[in-house]
């Protein structure tokens, strides 16, 4: 199974929003709405940010949201914080019943 | 509140076994999918696997036929063993609650793993 495409950075400056692209193909993204996202700061664990596509879990800020069109998953980030700056991971269900991640991507705030 | 903690060698020799334990606290092993993901120096995240206490597993294709998921229900643990490694097996290795949603809510602090010749 390939990886999801994400890419390699994205940036801006605080108080602006930011979208970061999920790609996949219709055995995955495009299939099922089991895409979630991860922040993950240097040395840290991952942390989950969305679920199921759209979903926040308690305790995540309602400024990172998500949404799915066809093969593609995006995560916006609004209002920009710096403590925003961090990699962030895409995750996407399988038709094998199997789960793929993205490339990561680097979110950089000016 | 749920918590994890992997454990294991840190050094492990070309061609030999890699075997880690995840530890879990606050919640029962008995009630949830069980995961191990890794991420190389620098690199991003690799899904393994996953395991449910009654035994049903499901491995990553890339790894499939090196990699054994097993579940401890008795000392709520769950383990990795990862066969035949190489200098690419060299990563950090998180243990994993995996929702039946197919996200990963709560995570280990990660343990790092070597691969020496």
């Known amino acids: 199974q390939s990886a999801l495409t994400q890419p390699a950075s994205v940036s801006g400056s605080p108080g602006q929003s930011i979208t970061i692209s999920c790609t996949g193909t219709s055995s995955d993204v495009g299939g099922y709405n089991y895409v979630s996202w991860y922040q993950q700061h240097p040395d840290k664990a991952p942390k989950l940010m969305i679920y199921e596509v759209y979903d926040r879990p308690s305790g995540v800020s309602n400024r990172f949201s998500g949404s799915k069109s066809g093969n593609t998953a995006s995560l916006t980030i609004s209002g920009l914080q710096a403590e925003d700056e961090a990699d962030y991971y895409c995750?996407?269900?399988?038709?094998?019943?199997?789960?793929?991640f993205g490339t990561g991507t680097k979110v950089t705030v000016l | 509140q749920v918590q994890l903690q992997e454990s294991g060698p840190g050094l492990v020799r070309s061609s030999e076994t890699l075997s880690l334990t995840c530890t879990v606290s606050g919640a029962s092993i008995s009630a949830y999918y069980w995961s191990w993901i890794r991420q190389p120096p620098g690199k991003g995240l690799e899904w393994i696997g996953y395991?449910?206490?009654?035994?049903?597993?499901n491995y990553n294709p890339s790894l499939k036929g090196r990699v054994t998921i097993s579940v401890h229900t008795s000392k709520n643990q769950f383990s990795l063993k990862l066969s035949s490694v190489t200098a690419a097996d060299t990563a950090v290795y998180y243990c994993?609650?995996?929702?039946?949603?197919?996200?990963?809510?709560?995570w280990g602090q990660g343990s790092l793993v070597t691969v020496s010749s």
């Open positions: 994993a609650i995996y929702s039946t949603y197919a996200y990963f809510d709560y």
């Open positions: 395991i449910h206490y009654s035994g049903t597993t």
């Open positions: 995750a996407s269900y399988t038709g094998s019943s199997t789960l793929v």
